[in-house]
């Protein structure tokens, strides 16, 4: 069964730093799609983005980057210039027949 | 505001008793997709539907059913409740069928079981 990991519980950073949100998977496919997702206080989630396993280059969107590295399994989310709306939980997500989320990471903007 | 309407929002009700929680997708969008998140087992899939027909299954109790109905609104049937059913339990729905596709969440239903 496929598992994700996400070994930061809790991660805080100063508003405008970059902070990196790390996740490990465990896979023996070579096609599959990882995603993350932002639950802020109103419990709503958000896909923050998206990644194809099969595309090389990391996915952006806006202050949100992520390291994907297949051959390690490995799939971080980097966000620069940190807001306070950035605040949320974060959740992993590897998708391939079925959605498999990790346990989150509780981020702290420290004004 | 996602479009993906839930009702309703929060629910208490008594072990051993079947509640429904409801969901309306976006305008447009074929795919319902269930999910549970509790303190003891985190955020889990629990079964997909597009136009009607089950597309994916994930961790869904056999205790627990789900259809979609031709309006394309769906309802997860919760039975036999147990304490440890108490969650928040959201929809999300999406245009297409696969589970990769983006989905739009809706606010969640609050499960309380006493």
């Known amino acids: 069964a496929q598992t994700v990991t996400q070994s930061q519980p809790e991660m805080s950073v100063q508003e405008a730093e970059t902070v990196t949100l790390s996740c490990t998977y465990d896979t023996s496919e070579s096609d599959y799609y990882l995603f993350w997702y932002k639950q802020p206080p109103s419990r709503q989630m958000i896909l923050v983005i998206r990644q194809e396993a099969y595309k090389q280059q990391n996915a952006t969107e806006n202050r949100f980057s992520v390291n994907f590295q297949k051959a390690a399994k490995s799939f971080s989310l980097k966000i620069s210039d940190s807001q306070l709306g950035d605040a949320a939980m974060y959740f992993c997500?590897?998708?391939?027949?079925?959605?498999?989320f990790g346990t989150g990471t509780r981020l702290t903007i420290i004004p | 505001d996602s479009g993906v309407t839930q009702t309703p929002k929060h629910l208490i009700t008594a072990t051993g008793q079947r509640v429904t929680l409801r969901c309306s997708p976006r305008?447009?969008?074929?795919?319902v997709y269930w999910y549970q998140q509790s303190l003891d087992q985190g955020l889990q899939f629990l079964i997909q539907?597009?136009?009607?027909?089950?597309?994916a299954k994930g961790n869904i109790l056999e205790r627990f059913s789900a259809q979609q109905f031709p309006d394309l609104h769906s309802e997860l049937n919760l039975s036999s409740l147990e304490l440890g059913d108490s969650a928040l339990y959201f929809c999300a729905s999406s245009v297409r069928e696969g589970l990769s596709n983006i989905q739009y969440f809706g606010a969640g239903t609050r499960l309380s079981v006493l």
């Open positions: 539907y597009y136009n009607g027909e089950e597309r």
């Open positions: 997500a590897y998708i391939r027949e079925k959605l498999t």
């Open positions: 305008s447009g969008d074929l795919s």
